[in-house]
């Protein structure tokens, strides 16, 4: 099915693993996100793409690492989870600048340890 | 930097008009984004304004008020499935969010 998809949906890891969720989009939009949301704070911006090979950061970024080598795909790794990581995870995208996140996935709930 | 603020909760009457204010203070500033979330969900866009007032979309309208750093979100002939968070953005790909106003429609 077109769209945007997000793996897993739901993951249980241990404080100091490494972790890759994934995000799919199929329509070739060149901007993607990672959002992260949690109560008392709403959508906090991890990470935004304009296009493969460019990314930076947003407003909390500390602890995750994100490389877009193709256009429809935006891993977002975490390389040792801590507990401060439990969160929702939302991936996004947009055609153009226009509106920053005008697609969101449905989202992984991430449970660390 | 950005700092965005909307009321935490309301609640309207089923076929009523419901008015959603949020307020900001930003440099940067590109666009104002309004998003509906249902509990469980991911977000959903439902409109934005880069210019000064107000974008008419169904039942929905948002308004823009740069000078006053002021926008709202008018639902109007509120239904039961309109009872979501909706979220208040604003910025240029660099987004910030409230934390959203929790809207309960009541019969």
């Excluded at chain 1, 975490?78 to 995208?93: D, K, M, P, W």
Aim: aromatic letters at 12%.
């Amino acid at each position: 099915d077109a769209g945007i998809t997000q793996s897993p949906r739901y993951k249980i890891t241990e404080t100091g693993r490494q972790v890759t969720l994934m995000c799919h989009q199929t329509w070739s939009h060149s901007y993607m996100f990672w959002y992260r949301q949690d109560l008392g704070h709403g959508l906090r911006l991890i990470y935004y793409s304009a296009a493969a090979d460019i990314t930076d950061k947003g407003e909390v970024p500390d602890g995750y690492v994100v490389y877009r080598s193709k256009t429809e795909n935006v891993p977002l790794s975490l390389e040792s989870a801590t507990r401060s990581q439990t969160s929702v995870y939302f991936c996004a995208s947009s055609v153009g600048e226009e509106v920053p996140s005008e697609f969101f996935g449905p989202g992984t709930r991430l449970t660390v340890l | 930097g950005q700092n965005i603020d909307q009321p935490t909760e309301m609640t309207a009457t089923e076929g009523a008009i419901v008015q959603i204010n949020c307020t900001y203070q930003t440099s940067g500033f590109n666009g104002l984004f309004w998003y509906q979330q249902h509990a469980g969900e991911a977000p959903t866009f439902l409109s934005y304004n880069v210019l000064d007032g107000l974008e008419e979309k169904g039942r929905f309208s948002s308004f823009l008020s740069r000078s006053k750093g002021y926008s709202y979100l008018l639902l109007k002939e509120l239904q039961m499935k309109d009872s979501a968070s909706y979220l208040c953005s604003g910025g240029y790909q660099k987004v910030t969010f409230g934390t959203g106003t929790k809207l309960q429609v009541i019969p």
